[in-house]
Each structure stands twice: as C-alpha cells, then as structure tokens.
C-alpha cells in the first residue's frame, strides 16, 4: 500500500483527498443521489464539498440530483442515461440510519449496468446479519467503489466487500479547506460552545450534559432550532394552520429581525461570495442554496466563540476549516475516534477527549492557540 502524505494540516487532508478521488475515472457527467434534506449542517458541508469537486476538479456535468425521498428512475434516466451514479458520503453506510442505507441497497441493486461510487463513509453495523446483507448486495455490483472514510471503516470494507474497489479517504468537506472566507461581524465575547449531539449517535456513555468549564454554551447545530413544517405536522395551535405563518416565523424572525447581525452576513455570504456562482451549473440549484446557506449557519454560530468542544465530527472539522482551536469528544460507535487517529491526531489546534477526565487538561493544551 503507498504511504499516504503527511496530514499535520487541513490542506495537507485536502491532499490526501483529491489524491484518493484521483483514483475514480473520467466522467462526462453524473448523477449524485441521497441530498440529505433535513438541517444537520455537518451533511450539508459533505454535500458542498462533493458538489465542489465534481465541478471544480472533475469538470462533470451534474445532470441529476435527488434526496432518498425525492428519486425518479424515470426522471434519472432521461437525464443521465447509463452515466455513473454517485452516493452521498458521510456516516450513514450501516444500520444506525436505516432509511438512508435502504435507499443505497435500492440503487445498487437496481442498476448494475453503471458504474456506481459511494463517497468517503464511515460503516457502522450493530447487527453482523445487517453487514452480511449489505456485503451480499454490496458484492453483487460489477463496479461498485466505496470510499472509506477512516481506518477502521476501512477495514470493514475490506473485509466484506471483496468485490468492490475500496479506498480510504477524508471527508469530502475537507474539499472546502482554503475557499475564500467573507469576514462575518459576531458578537465577540469569551464564551466557549460545547456543542452536544442530541440524537441517535450521541454516546451515552460519555456525554456529560455539562462540562465544569467557565463561560460555557451547552448547544447543538442553531439550525436546529428552526422552525419548518415538518416539525410542527401534529401541532394543534391555530396560528400554525394559517399558509405561511411558518415560512414567515423562521425566515422573518427567526433568521432575520432576531438576530440582523447574522442575516447581513448571511445575504453577503449568498451573493457576493465567488462560490455562490456555481450552484447554477449542477440539477436542482435551490437544494445546493440551501445546503449553502446552512453551512454558513455553521460558520456563524462557531465564530461567535474563542473555542470549541464537540461530539459532532462535522464540528471538529468545521473547527479544521476554520482555524480554530477545539477539543473533539467520542460519539456512539468509533466514527469520531477513528478519524481523528486515522486523518487529524498531528494537527497542533484540536485534540481528543476520550472521557470526562482528559477535557481540561485537552483545553488547556488548546488555550495557546486562541487569540
């Protein structure tokens, strides 16, 4: 096996990103499949950054995208015809996310007579009977190549999917490392964020609801907080049935008279930054907008801190992108853990936690490097 390059930065893992997607062959164009259509902004950067290197690096056409709930194969086919299908990356190859991994066995079954790529992904199975059926229907494709996203969802691959080509990568939203950055205007204060997952991947065994730090902000992604439709579908209040009484709470509010600061940044983020032109060039832009958006959401809310503390891997990387000094703590299975042994353990600015004890001691290590 070639020894990878050294990863002591966030461009150096860009390296050693674009050099395992130089691997996949040249294609015309494409279709990327599984948008992920909900508001964790750690999916929506992978999408940003696959979006980016299919435009940027690959130079393909992006003919056909769609969620897990939005996919035609009527509407792919007349698109794209027989092109290469390409599977969104992140940390949902196994059985912890069960609708997302149903759509990938759909995709692969059904279409043997294209060359299918699954980006970088971290595989967690409880159930061997679950890597088993995945194995067979993984194994069945005649040019299937999975992307593993650390060493020890590598080495699942490895091991089960003998008949597809398996690679190991970083996360595609390491493709963002180096864009041009849009100053934003946060409120400066000395407080630190301790982002804390609230669902299915939150480790229960370590996950203290707070941490004995001064001037900490216990919260998960702001966009959670957001108010759609779909959260509100049993609501029973009269004033959620009038049409567009939710649009109105979330973007007039919520995401502007609440906080001016941030919709300011964000309306410069949407149309003065040079990224913002490509969305046009590829299916369904508003989707590509909107995971934009979000990014920037990300962007905001950590910029309001001097540092940060995560059990998310997107905001361990969020932190990469940026430049700022963070403690990254253990999710349920071994994703966290695993990509910061395999990818981010040399970078002098973050560190791991892998229990309460060793937090403070990480944060002091880290302190040098707030200014």
């Known amino acids: 096996m070639t020894e990878l390059p050294d990863s002591s930065t966030p461009a150096q893992i860009k390296g050693i990103l674009h050099q395992a997607l130089g691997n996949l062959e040249k294609f015309d164009n494409c279709a990327l499949l599984d948008y992920p259509n909900h508001l964790n902004i750690g999916d929506e950067m992978i999408w940003l950054g696959e979006l980016?290197?299919?435009?940027?690096c690959l130079k393909t056409q992006i003919d056909y995208v769609a969620s897990a709930d939005s996919f035609s194969a009527k509407v792919m086919e007349n698109k794209v015809g027989k092109a290469p299908i390409l599977l969104h990356g992140g940390g949902n190859l196994g059985d912890l996310w069960p609708k997302y991994q149903s759509f990938r066995h759909?995709?692969?079954?059904?279409?043997?007579?294209?060359?299918?790529?699954?980006?970088p992904q971290s595989i967690y199975f409880a159930d061997i009977d679950n890597l088993k059926r995945a194995a067979n229907i993984?194994?069945?494709?005649?040019?299937?190549?999975?992307?593993?996203?650390?060493?020890?969802?590598?080495?699942?691959?490895?091991?089960?999917?003998?008949?597809?080509?398996?690679?190991?990568s970083p996360d595609m939203a390491f493709q963002m490392v180096g864009m041009p950055v849009i100053s934003f205007t946060t409120k400066s204060n000395s407080n630190i964020l301790y982002q804390r997952r609230q669902d299915q991947e939150l480790s229960q065994s370590f996950a203290p609801p707070s941490i004995d730090i001064e001037n900490l902000v216990v919260e998960d992604w702001r966009s959670y907080q957001w108010i759609y439709r779909e959260k509100l579908k049993n609501a029973q209040v009269w004033y959620w049935q009038i049409p567009g009484s939710v649009r109105i709470m979330r973007e007039v509010w919520q995401r502007g008279l609440a906080n001016p600061r941030e919709w300011i940044s964000r309306t410069l983020w949407n149309k003065m930054h040079p990224y913002a032109a490509k969305f046009d060039r590829a299916d369904q832009p508003n989707l590509h907008k909107k995971a934009w958006e979000l990014m920037h959401c990300g962007i905001y809310q950590f910029n309001n801190y001097k540092y940060v503390i995560t059990n998310r891997l997107h905001g361990h990387i969020l932190c990469l992108i940026l430049g700022k000094p963070h403690v990254l703590l253990p999710n349920k299975y071994y994703k966290n853990k695993s990509f910061y042994e395999t990818w981010t353990s040399s970078i002098p600015f973050c560190r791991f936690a892998q229990n309460e004890s060793q937090i403070k001691v990480a944060v002091s290590e880290i302190r040098e490097f707030c200014f």
């Open 52 to 56: 980016f290197y299919l435009i940027d």
């Open 106 to 119: 759909e995709i692969i079954s059904n279409y043997h007579d294209r060359p299918i790529i699954i980006l």
């Open 138 to 168: 993984f194994n069945s494709h005649p040019n299937l190549t999975i992307f593993a996203r650390e060493n020890y969802s590598y080495q699942i691959a490895l091991n089960y999917f003998s008949n597809c080509r398996v690679i190991k």
